[in-house]
């Protein structure tokens, strides 16, 4: 690495020179603090999660947002899935989606969650769930 990534309570990434420690892009696009940075595997992307319930992605070359998905309980553990080259499991709604496909349907929207080796943990409507994943 040349490049160090961040992300603020200002509600935006950004990228730094490792070498002269110069900004190099500011990227808004979050609206709320950014708890969750990274780049991908092959220095492309970078990946940002907030608690404004949003991951987004960003071309790390010109600072571009790429994608936004919205809607996302775990903004957090989907960005750091992304950037490690797993499928993200994330919750938006009452469901749980993984791969793009939905995993699970709850009778109420999924509050908070979280995903650690292969189990899914999260609340919906006051209860805790876990989930086994395969």
Do not use: Y
């Amino acid at each position: 690495g040349q490049r160090i990534v961040s992300g603020s309570t200002d509600e935006t990434v950004r990228v730094w020179s490792a070498v002269t420690g110069e900004s190099l892009h500011e990227m808004s696009g979050h609206t709320d603090r950014v708890m969750t940075v990274a780049f991908s595997p092959d220095g492309q992307r970078i990946v940002s999660g907030s608690h404004d319930s949003t991951v987004q992605v960003w071309d790390t070359e010109t600072g571009e947002q790429l994608q936004v998905f919205e809607g996302v309980a775990n903004a957090a553990d989907v960005a750091r899935a992304l950037t490690n080259g797993e499928p993200p499991i994330f919750a938006k709604g009452s469901q749980l989606i993984q791969e793009g496909t939905i995993g699970a349907t709850f009778d109420a929207q999924v509050s908070q969650m979280t995903c650690r080796n292969n189990r899914v943990a999260g609340v919906v409507a006051n209860s805790i769930f876990v989930v086994s994943i395969e």
